[in-house]
């Protein structure tokens, strides 16, 4: 009785999974299971994928406050709530697949909800250190500058892991199961909302349209496989042996997309707070995950490139 209560509590859980391909290992053993458990009280309780999002921000703005004083046990009362923030964020995807309230709002509230996170963590970083470290006391511009070049940075790292691994989702599962957009198609669509009519939503179009051509401008050689597909595959079904070909080459820098999104940035930002050095969490963001996805887009590209020429040459 009890193996039949668990397996279909398992296949439930899993439901609620992207995909194993795409999921981290420190959010397999941790947050998932966490963000489950919140999932299903939000279902029963009524409680929207949404709501828990903008639960989340509040939570990660907390967490960034406390991040400015420079007493410890402050400090991990803020990592405490950036912990519950991010089992919240993933609690809201686990939810909206669960109770399928997919929507363009969520997913956009869903990337802006980290934005408010580290938006705050940062302001705390500078006004920190300009407040408790000689060094930046007398350079109070510095830690500043390097705070605004890190968040560019920091933007433009999360935005092409998400990109990324949309990218492998709709060949591994489909449309249905990736939120790839088309830069294009959004455009489209924007043109046809009105500011005076349909202000909120333009807006919030307006940025993710942006965001979407950022990323597409990253990656042409990418956007060339996509053009290609669509000459080679008029009906939008593409080959098994091509999408299987595709997931060989892309799943093993996946593991890279992971390092750039969450849970590394973390350890990071913890390991600096211990520390009591926080301004090492920006030279980490500029080194270190600069330099993987440097590598990353570096080798989406060549592999983005080589399979254009295969379908040109009718390999697929």
Same mark, same amino acid.
């Given at each position: 009785?009890?193996?039949?209560?668990?397996?279909?509590?398992?296949?439930?859980?899993?439901?609620?999974?992207?995909?194993?391909?795409?999921?981290e290992?420190?959010?397999?053993a941790?947050?998932?299971?966490?963000?489950?458990?919140?999932?299903?009280?939000?279902?029963?309780?009524?409680?929207?994928?949404?709501a %828990?999002?903008?639960?989340?921000?509040?939570?990660?703005?907390?967490?960034?406050?406390?991040?400015?004083?420079?007493?410890l046990?402050?400090?991990?009362?803020?990592?405490?709530?950036?912990?519950?923030?991010?089992?919240?964020?993933? =609690?809201?995807? @686990?939810?909206?697949?669960?109770? &399928?309230?997919?929507?363009?709002l969520g997913?956009?509230?869903?990337?802006?909800?980290?934005?408010?996170?580290?938006?705050? %963590?940062?302001? *705390?970083?500078?006004? /920190?250190?300009?407040?408790?470290?000689?060094f930046?006391?007398?350079?109070?511009?510095?830690?500043?500058?390097?705070?605004?070049?890190?968040?560019i940075?920091? *933007?433009k790292?999360?935005?092409?892991?998400?990109?990324?691994?949309? $990218?492998?989702?709709?060949?591994?599962?489909?449309?249905?199961?990736s939120?790839l957009?088309? *830069?294009? =198609?959004? &455009?489209?669509?924007?043109?046809?909302?009105?500011?005076?009519?349909?202000?909120? @939503?333009?807006?919030t179009?307006y940025?993710y349209?942006?965001?979407?051509?950022?990323?597409?401008?990253?990656?042409?050689?990418? @956007?060339?496989? /996509? +053009? /290609?597909?669509k000459?080679?595959?008029?009906?939008? &079904?593409?080959?098994?042996? $091509?999408r299987? +070909?595709?997931?060989?080459?892309?799943?093993?820098?996946?593991?890279y997309?992971? %390092?750039?999104? $969450?849970?590394?940035?973390?350890?990071?930002?913890?390991?600096?707070?211990?520390?009591?050095?926080?301004w090492?969490? $920006?030279?980490?963001?500029?080194?270190?995950?600069?330099?993987?996805?440097?590598?990353?887009?570096?080798?989406?590209?060549?592999?983005? &490139? @080589?399979?254009?020429?295969?379908?040109?040459?009718?390999?697929?």
């Open positions: 009785m009890e193996k039949m209560t668990r397996q279909p509590l398992l296949s439930n859980y899993r439901s609620t999974l992207k995909s194993m391909d795409t999921e290992h420190i959010d397999l941790f947050y998932r299971p966490i963000g489950y458990a919140w999932a299903c009280l939000a279902r029963k309780i009524g409680v929207t994928p949404n %828990i999002t903008i639960a989340s921000i509040f939570l990660g703005v907390g967490a960034g406050i406390m991040f400015y004083f420079p007493d046990y402050l400090n991990i009362i803020g990592m405490l709530l950036l912990i519950w923030a991010n089992s919240f964020d993933s =609690a809201d995807g @686990q939810l909206a697949r669960m109770t &399928k309230q997919y929507s363009r997913r956009i509230l869903d990337g802006l909800s980290g934005d408010f996170w580290f938006v705050t %963590i940062y302001v *705390a970083i500078c006004l /920190r250190e300009n407040a408790t470290s000689p930046f006391i007398e350079r109070p511009w510095l830690i500043w500058t390097i705070a605004i070049l890190t968040g940075c920091h *933007a790292q999360a935005a092409m892991a998400d990109y990324y691994r949309q $990218f492998h989702l709709y060949f591994l599962k489909g449309e249905d199961g939120e957009e088309n *830069a294009s =198609a959004l &455009k489209d669509k924007l043109n046809t909302l009105s500011w005076k009519n349909n202000f909120w @939503q333009k807006l179009l940025f349209t942006n965001y979407t051509v950022q990323q597409e401008a990253t990656t042409p050689a990418m @956007q060339s496989l /996509r +053009a /290609r597909l000459l080679n595959f008029a009906d939008g &079904k593409i080959s098994q042996a $091509f299987d +070909a595709f997931r060989m080459k892309s799943l093993p820098l996946m593991k997309t992971n %390092i750039l999104s $969450f849970n590394w940035r973390t350890i990071a930002l913890f390991t600096a707070l211990f520390l009591k050095m926080p090492l969490y $920006f030279a980490f963001e500029l080194t270190v995950l600069n330099f993987l996805l440097i590598m990353m887009v570096i080798r989406h590209e060549r592999f983005c &490139k @080589q399979f254009t020429i295969d379908l040109k040459n009718g390999k697929f």
